[in-house]
């Protein structure tokens, strides 16, 4: 597991540096930016753009992957990807001091089928039923203007056992609001504390990097999804979103 404390902004860990073991440079965490290898400058620009967009690291920046990340990190071709598997990292343990988070991909369907289908109070809201080819669509839909970057449709493991699945999009419908398409804790779980920790840790995490609100919908009529998503400190926004199916009612919540 990666220490981000020495994450530096460029995705770098100057940690076991030649250069800084012999106290030739003190590492650019440590100097604010203002290292020999920028002294003609001021500071590195990387360290210097981070701080203006009040970003830990490139990986966690709204603006993340920007077009002039490939020249400012030129040094390596790979940026892009070395970021983003920062940022997941980032992200998803950022998601629970409890359980194991991470992206879903194909070899999870199962399991996410099984934790869905018993469910069927929500699909009786929110048809159709889910199968294996639903939970395929969710997990590669996106909404206008975002990239796979921002989508988050991540399990909750507590070992081998699935006990939650959420689909997260960071930076929508705006570049400080987070979306939650979906979110489903397993039938056993519910009612004890489970899904309200989730999001309370959720909403900690995406605060943690930016994030001033999030934004949800429940279908209309579903008693149990307004309850649930009120007692956790959601407001309806007075917008719905009519389908030809159910009315989604639009709900947010201000973070800190
Ligand atoms: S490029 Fe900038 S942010 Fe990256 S290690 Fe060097 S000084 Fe630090
Ligand atoms: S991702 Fe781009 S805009 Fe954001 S801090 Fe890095 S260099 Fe600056």
């Given at each position: ?7 530096t ?19 650019c965490?440590e ?14 620009k ?14 966690l ?10 020249q ?9 990807k ?12 950022s ?11 194909e ?17 009786q ?19 206008p ?33 987070a979306?939650?398409?979906?979110f ?7 009612g ?8 309370t ?21 579903n008693?149990?999804?307004e ?9 309806e926004t ?19």
């Amino acid at each position: 597991m990666t220490d981000f404390s020495t994450i530096t902004a460029c995705g770098e860990c100057c940690v076991g540096c030649s250069k800084k073991i012999d106290g030739l440079c003190p590492g650019c965490i440590e100097a604010d930016g203002r290292v020999p290898e920028w002294a003609q400058s001021g500071m590195c620009k990387v360290h210097a753009c981070c701080k203006e967009h009040n970003a830990r690291f490139c990986g966690l920046c709204s603006e993340f992957p920007c077009d002039k990340l490939p020249q400012m990190i030129s040094w390596n071709p790979e940026i892009i990807k070395h970021l983003s598997a920062l940022r997941d990292e980032y992200i998803c343990s950022s998601l629970s001091g409890k359980y194991t988070v991470r992206k879903l991909s194909e070899a999870d369907i199962p399991k996410a089928l099984s934790l869905c289908e018993k469910n069927t109070l929500y699909y009786q809201y929110c048809p159709p039923f889910v199968s294996e080819q639903s939970i395929r669509d969710d997990m590669n839909a996106l909404p206008p203007g975002k990239t796979m970057t921002d989508k988050y449709y991540v399990g909750y493991y507590d070992e081998d056992r699935l006990i939650a699945v959420m689909d997260l999009i960071i930076g929508f419908p705006d570049k400080t609001t987070a979306f939650i398409g979906f979110f489903m804790t397993e039938v056993d779980a519910q009612g004890k504390g489970l899904g309200s920790a989730l999001i309370t840790e959720l909403t900690n995490a995406m605060s943690g990097i930016g994030i001033k609100e999030v934004r949800l919908g429940w279908v209309k009529g579903n008693p149990q999804a307004e309850h649930f998503w009120k007692k956790n400190g959601f407001a309806e926004t007075g917008a719905t979103n009519e389908t030809d199916k159910y009315t989604v009612v639009v709900a947010r919540r201000g973070l800190q």
